[in-house]
């Protein structure tokens, strides 16, 4: 089994960025997914460039902070904030997807111009997997051929969905999550797995209710026993850019 543990969330505050960076450095981290339109986004660009060989995928955000465009008139509040949380039944009515669909492409854009090698797509709060915004997606795994990740709520004619176990997060973050993994060895060539490392500052403290669990978490991804268990049963840790080869 190859396993991909994703580290969300890059771009959203320096103590994130560092604890990703940290992750990846000193622990089982190889893959991360930024966030264009947060406020640790340049300081997060700069790190990147001083570790090449940490893949780095598009993390599409619609419900945290501003958006990278500002001529929305449905996905943000009328301070030109992003809704906080999405709503599935609700908001399909509601919100554009001509917007939505605009918003993410500039968003990946962003992240292109500032040159980094885009590995794969996924999303806060996992709104590409919601169904609603299936036409969205459509649109853009054909214009960006990109991997994204599974876990998907409606069927995808795309082959580079890549598997997804939600297994480290909250209430399961723990050594006995990735453990879990061990009886899965034959179900998978490929897995991905998501986290969010951090080091805990004020923005996260002010806009995050998962926030001290991202310190937990970096202390079990750079913890030796985790290293050592993935090496015992012989998982392959890897990013989305080995997929691309």
Do not use: W
């Not at 000193?26 to 339109?37: D, H, K, Q």
């Not at 995928?57 to 509040?77: D, E, F, M, R």
């Amino acid at each position: 089994m190859r396993l991909i543990i994703n580290a969300d969330d890059f771009g959203l505050s320096r103590g994130a960025n560092y604890g990703i960076i940290d992750a990846y450095r000193n622990g089982v981290v190889r893959s991360t997914s930024i966030m264009a339109g947060m406020p640790g986004f340049d300081h997060a660009v700069e790190l990147l460039k001083e570790c090449p060989d940490l893949g780095c995928g598009v993390h599409l955000t619609l419900s945290a902070y501003k958006p990278v465009l500002n001529s929305h008139k449905t996905i943000i509040y009328e301070n030109g904030f992003f809704y906080k949380r999405i709503n599935p039944d609700k908001d399909m009515e509601r919100f554009s997807l001509e917007e939505i669909y605009n918003e993410f492409c500039a968003q990946i854009e962003k992240v292109k111009s500032r040159g980094i090698e885009i590995t794969h797509l996924d999303s806060h709060h996992h709104v590409h997997t919601f169904e609603f915004l299936k036409p969205v997606i459509e649109r853009l795994v054909e214009k960006y051929n990109l991997p994204i990740r599974g876990g998907l709520q409606y069927e995808l004619d795309y082959d580079k969905v890549i598997p997804y176990e939600g297994i480290f997060y909250d209430k399961t973050v723990s050594l006995e999550a990735f453990k879990s993994l061990e009886n899965k060895l034959d179900k998978y060539e490929i897995v991905e797995t998501m986290s969010h490392p951090a080091y805990i500052d004020s923005f996260i403290m002010e806009t995050s209710s998962y926030n001290i669990k991202r310190a937990e978490e970096l202390k079990i991804l750079t913890s030796k026993e985790l290293k050592e268990f993935i090496d015992s049963i012989g998982i392959e840790l890897c990013s989305y850019r080995n997929i691309l080869k």
